[in-house]
């Protein structure tokens, strides 16, 4: 079978750091791609990893390890407007996305 | 910048009914993907076009057909509706770029279809 495994809910105050982790098992593997998506609205790309290593993109960064299986994204300076579910997603051989379970973000201030 | 078109943006249906979706992608993105995503879930993969060809097959029931169109428009058809096809449905586009696919892929609004 497909999975992708978040943590189902982090919560972070105004200004901090927080890291949300992705591990993976699927059948075929092209790259993992973050997603938020504030209720009620559509996902929108954040970040890209084909390979292994560190990817950052203004406040945000995302990290692939093939080895390992596992990804995470890193939100660094968080505001309000941050709070938000964020998916990882496995792009597959047919280049469909494989949404991981999601990670709801609350941002406190 | 020109963004995923869907039409209509809400859908009520009764049970056994018809719908019919809309997706408009971006100008010269040649893949067009379509995903459901129930409450509190995360996005289900149904079915893609490149090139106006079906180009892979997800999770989608056989009541659930789609097509891609020479102006590169899709639709998503849906009969016998039932209660639990209610869900948001996204199309998105993504253009071959000359580094190849990037894992982005540019979702429209959305259809909120609710069977009652």
């Known amino acids: 079978g497909q999975s992708l495994e978040q943590p189902s809910e982090v919560t972070a105050v105004e200004g901090a750091i927080v890291q949300i982790n992705c591990t993976y098992q699927t059948s075929g593997f092209y790259g993992l791609s973050w997603y938020q998506q504030h209720d009620g609205g559509a996902p929108t790309f954040l970040s890209y990893n084909a390979l292994d290593g560190l990817e950052e993109t203004g406040r945000f960064s995302s990290f692939l390890s093939r080895s390992d299986s596992y990804g995470y994204l890193l939100l660094q300076e968080l505001q309000m407007k941050d709070s938000a579910s964020y998916f990882c997603a496995v792009r597959s051989p047919a280049d469909k996305l494989i949404f991981g379970t999601g990670t709801r973000l609350q941002v406190f201030p | 910048a020109a963004g995923v078109i869907q039409s209509p943006r809400h859908l009520i249906k009764e049970k056994r009914e018809t719908a019919t979706l809309k997706c408009y992608p971006i100008p010269r993105h040649d893949t067009v993907y379509w995903y459901q995503q129930g409450p509190g879930q995360d996005p289900q993969f149904l079915i893609s076009?490149?090139?106006?060809?079906?180009?892979d097959k997800g999770s989608i029931p056989d009541r659930f057909s789609a097509q891609q169109f020479s102006d590169y428009h899709s639709e998503l058809n849906m009969s016998s509706l039932e209660l639990g096809d209610s869900a948001l449905y996204f199309c998105a586009s993504s253009p071959r770029t000359s580094g190849g696919r990037t894992g982005e892929q540019f979702f429209g609004p959305g259809t909120r279809l609710t069977v009652l």
């Open positions: 076009f490149y090139e106006k060809m079906q180009s």
